[in-house]
């Protein structure tokens, strides 16, 4: 594991099914580790539901665990979800506006674009999977 840099999140095992286990991690932004978030409304933790596909390791139910993920891959992960939809959308209102001239026409179809867009996605699924993976490390109590 020492090629690469990892992004760690401790979480708790959920459930553990046949070549998989889930995780449950608490995604934390930086306001909700705040020393004043309480006095402020923008503090924002959310629990989160990971899948580990073929876990090498025995594990049980409410263990505590440590989820790695490659931080090499982030970059990927934010053009899949925010650059390239944004991209699509301008890109496709630009179009739009110049040929047509019709602006609620282009609005419709850059906001439109998103559906194809997002099915591919879904349909990528099983390939972004294997992608995007998880390793578990035990955690020593």
Not at 15 to 44: E, F, M, T, W
Not at 66 to 83: C, D, E, I, Q, R
Not at 107 to 123: C, E, T
Request: proline share 4%.
């Amino acid at each position: 594991m020492s090629d690469f840099e990892y992004v760690e999140h401790q979480g708790i095992v959920e459930q553990i099914l046949p070549g998989q286990v889930k995780v449950r991690i608490i995604s934390v932004s930086a306001c909700a580790a705040c020393h004043a978030k309480d006095a402020c409304n923008a503090s924002d933790m959310e629990d989160k539901l990971i899948d580990v596909y073929e876990p090498h390791q025995e594990l049980s139910v409410g263990q505590r665990v440590l989820l790695l993920g490659k931080k090499n891959l982030a970059p990927l992960a934010v053009s899949l979800a925010y650059v390239l939809p944004v991209v699509l959308i301008l890109a496709t209102l630009i179009i739009t506006v110049k040929t047509t001239g019709n602006e609620p026409l282009a609005a419709v179809l850059s906001l439109g674009i998103l559906v194809p867009y997002f099915a591919i996605i879904h349909f990528l699924k099983d390939k972004l999977q294997k992608t995007f993976t998880f390793t578990i490390k035990r955690q020593i109590n």
